[in-house]
């Protein structure tokens, strides 16, 4: 087959080919290279050295072109550096080797030095190199500072320093902002003449030796030179300076106009400062006009702040601080016309974030009182039924009159904004057809603001009874009804399907109630009437709340997981296990008032769980079942410890609780925990009952029970060959292994521990050969511990005799080794649990 053109010819015409697309190749990659370089900085017009040409002749005829970014980055770098070192020169030329010049050589050299560095950025630019005349921009810049000082040093030493640091940062800022403007690609010059036009007025100021006033007033001033700027220019580095400048000299200003507002004693003397407040919030509200969302927001919040300092501080001028707080408040709630005004949504939103923020500190304010009053019964722990206290309520909270002298406005402003949100919740529909152009509530919100109304209203009464230095018994009583009251909302409200306000009362009944406990401590008629009413009121708001959980009563696991459902249920279990705990703390009491001692008044306290244990088979299958049994379980173990300081009382107990133990486990339900919780309470009450007589050989007593206990399991496991080892040979080893091994361990003979042992190692073995589990671990743990108490003397004498190194070496070649073979012990591990798990 024959080629046209030939194949050496058309191999020659492709190499030239591929020669010319390399060379055209690399010169577009340059070319590419040296637009990116020129388009980094503002966009600027091609060096006329270029024009008419298509680009700058490539460095190389064929190979990848430089990295400019590199080469930008390393640039700017060595400018920056070279700028610095330039201005540290010149600073150590003007403060040290200034003195070995004439008057005209030194102004000569900073003249021509600074005209120099100013002049030399505009050829820079036209040359393109605009970082390099960023650095000498920069360099003028401080040598004009330099040159300001040495006109002061020479031409008006006797000019005081601040105000001729005034005038000079005056004077540079507008040079600054000239300079800018006629050489407006360069990015210092216009940010370092906002930063300079702040300081003429403070240094002014401070060379006039002005009051706090007018210092204010200067940084009022300057914030509104900042904001003129900031929403004029677009430059970005120019509107993030004064920005920053406005915020900060206008919260400075605005500070020192709200300290003096707060200690104006008079209302003339608050008229200066709210005269500077206002003109904060007029600023704040001019930038925040034409602002975009965030700063609109943040600015309609500063103004509505200020606007409320300035007529809040001139109506309270004089009066005490707890006083001002309602004051501010009413001040506060006058921003809500911001709905109405014809304001920028944003800075609507603003204002109204400014009601809120002060409604929301005033409550806070009245928080320490709602804390004195509820947690104050606490600090009278000590001195239950000491009777009643001096001082009325105030004496049984802990807190003197003193200190309730500076709480006496906190009812009045919880009550306050308890109606404004009860006011809120109930005319919802009106309020949110005003609110439209501001802001669009949700319906959640008004479930909100009835929480927030119940909350605060509950809070407010609360507090009165204190501040208003009720007698204790009028406060016990109070409280009480208050308590009693909230629980009766909850029910209402959770009956209704209102679950914000019904949790939100429940919270309150809860909180109130605990309080009342705690208060009706200080006398026995007390502690008598109020566990008694509360008793009454848990149980009460229990039962009618059980219609309410309907579906989680009949079947707990197919209801809904729905809140509206699941709220009544934990309202009606939270109710019963309070009523169970008040139940408790009235039999304590009965056992204090018939002057029993500690340990005999226990088993007066085992009527609570005997009434839950029956409560229980009642409810039945009931969710609200369990947690009230607990509860009941609860108040035995405390019995249980009320017993300990005397072995034959808790011995007693401890049977007593395994009889009820016993009752409950005949539900089929409560089998698998109750029966082996009996049978080990059965157990430890007769191990206890031996050591309160002084038995010292226990085998004598627990063998004749022991050995019917296996020849019973043997006879149960004979009729089911699946029954559990535990539940047939469980209870009778342990009546005699458990009270031997104790025995063991104090007998300093050696007889017992070698029967013990042997008797150990044989059910062990004989656990493993007909694979009983209840066996092999009850004899394998006596064995091991046995033999541990055996051996530990031993053990203690080789240990003290080796090296003091040898121990932690030995126990990190254990762990060398465990970890070398870690996934085999893993795989042994698991072999054994399934090797346990097959056992019965």
């Known amino acids: 087959m024959e080629h046209v053109p030939p194949p050496a010819e058309e191999l020659a015409l492709l190499d030239r080919e591929l020669a010319r697309l390399d060379a055209r190749r690399s010169q577009l990659l340059v070319r590419r ?10 966009a600027a017009p091609a060096p006329p050295r270029f024009a008419g040409s298509f680009g700058p002749p490539p460095a190389a005829p064929f190979g990848p072109p430089v990295a400019r970014a590199e080469q930008r980055s390393a640039q700017n770098v060595l400018l920056t550096l070279g700028g610095l070192l330039l201005a540290i020169a010149a600073i150590a030329f003007t403060l040290v080797s200034w003195g070995h010049m004439g008057i005209g050589g030194r102004s000569a050299v900073l003249a021509v030095v600074t005209l120099a560095a100013l002049a030399t950025p505009a050829v820079l630019l036209r040359c393109g190199l605009s970082s390099t005349a960023e650095s000498l921009a920069a360099l003028a810049s401080v040598l004009m500072v330099l040159d300001a000082y040495a006109l002061h040093r020479v031409a008006v030493p006797e000019a005081g320093g601040a105000g001729f640091a005034a005038v000079a940062s005056a004077v540079l800022a507008v040079l600054w902002c000239a300079y800018g403007l006629l050489l407006d690609r360069l990015r210092l010059p216009l940010p370092l003449a906002v930063v300079s036009a702040q300081l003429p007025l403070l240094l002014w100021a401070w060379s006039a030796g002005a009051g706090a006033s007018v210092f204010g007033w200067a940084l009022l001033l300057t914030a509104a030179l900042d904001c003129a700027i900031a929403v004029r220019i677009t430059r970005l580095p120019v509107r993030v300076t004064a920005c920053v400048g406005c915020w900060t000299t206008g919260l400075l200003g605005l500070l020192v106009a709200l300290g003096q507002s707060v200690s104006a004693g008079s209302a003339p003397a608050a008229l200066a400062p709210a005269a500077l407040l206002l003109t904060g919030a007029a600023i704040a509200l001019a930038g925040a006009w034409r602002a975009p969302t965030g700063f609109a927001v943040a600015g309609g919040l500063l103004a509505g702040l200020c606007g409320v300092a300035a007529v809040g501080g001139v109506l309270r001028a004089g009066a005490d601080w707890d006083w001002s707080v309602p004051v501010y408040l009413l001040c506060g709630v006058a921003l809500l016309v911001a709905v109405r005004a014809p304001l920028p949504r944003p800075v609507g939103q603003g204002v109204l974030w400014a009601s809120a923020a002060v409604v929301a500190t005033a409550v806070l304010d009245a928080l320490p009182a709602v804390g004195v009053s509820l947690l104050g019964p606490v600090s009278r722990l000590g001195e239950v039924w000491s009777g009643v206290p001096d001082g009325g309520v105030r004496g049984a909270l802990g807190a003197g009159g003193p200190a309730w002298s500076h709480m006496t406005a906190a009812p009045v402003v919880l009550l306050a904004v308890a109606g404004l949100a009860a006011s809120a919740h109930r005319s919802w529909d009106r309020l949110v057809r005003a609110a439209g152009p501001v802001v669009s509530p949700g319906a959640s919100w008004r479930g909100a603001a009835g929480a927030v109304a119940l909350g605060l209203g509950w809070a407010g009464l609360v507090v009165s009874p204190a ?26 409200g959770l009956r209704r399907g209102a679950g914000v306000l019904g949790t939100t009362a429940l919270v309150c009944a809860l909180a109130g109630a605990v309080s009342a406990g705690f208060l009706s401590l200080a006398a026995q008629g007390a502690t008598y009437a109020v566990f008694g009413v509360l008793l009454v009121v848990c149980a009460v708001t229990a039962v009618l709340l059980d219609g309410v959980a309907g ?25 019963a296990c309070g009523a169970v705990l008040c139940a408790t703390v009235l039999a304590r009491a009965l056992g204090a008032s018939w002057g029993l001692p500690v340990h005999q008044a226990a088993p007066v306290l085992l009527v609570v769980p005997v009434a839950t244990v029956l409560l229980g088979a009642r409810l039945g299958s009931r969710p609200s079942a369990l947690p009230v049994e607990l509860a009941g379980a609860s108040a035995a173990a405390v019995a249980i410890c009320m017993a300990l300081p005397d072995r034959p009382f808790l011995a007693l107990v401890l049977a007593l609780c395994g009889v009820l133990s016993a009752g409950t486990a005949v539900r089929a339900e409560r089998r698998p925990v109750a029966g082996y919780l009996a049978v080990a309470l059965f157990v430890l009450a007769a191990w206890v009952r031996l050591s309160a007589s002084g038995v010292s050989d226990p085998e004598a007593y627990t063998l004749p029970v022991t050995v019917p206990a296996l020849v019973v399991g043997a006879l149960r496991r004979r009729r089911d060959p699946e029954a559990s080892s535990w539940a047939a040979y469980g209870p009778g080893l342990a009546a005699t292994l458990v009270p031997s091994l104790f025995a063991a361990w104090v007998d300093p003979h050696w007889l017992r521990p070698l029967l013990l042992g042997a008797a150990a190692l044989v059910i062990t073995l004989a656990g493993a050969r007909l694979r009983l589990q209840a066996l092999l671990l009850l004899g ?3 064995l091991a511990l046995d033999a541990l108490h055996e051996l530990a003397p031993y053990v203690v004498q080789v240990v003290g005799a080796l090296p003091r190194w040898l121990p932690p070496a030995l126990a990190g070649l254990l762990l060398v080794v465990v970890g070398a073979t870690y996934e085999q ?12 798990g097959r056992m019965r």
């Open 825 to 836: 012990r893993l795989r042994d591990a698991r072999r054994l649990k399934e090797t346990l």
């Open 33 to 42: 290279a040296w637009l990116v370089s020129v388009l980094m900085p503002p």
């Open 551 to 575: 579906p989680l009563a009949q079947s707990p696991a197919a209801a809904p997981a729905a809140p509206s459902v699941r709220l009544p249920w934990i309202a009606q279990t939270v109710a």
């Open 780 to 782: 394998g743990a006596v």
């Open 467 to 492: 501040v208003l230095g009720f007698p204790y018994a009028a406060a016990v009583a109070t409280q009480s009804v208050l308590a009693a009251g909230a629980f009766a909302v909850a029910v209402a």
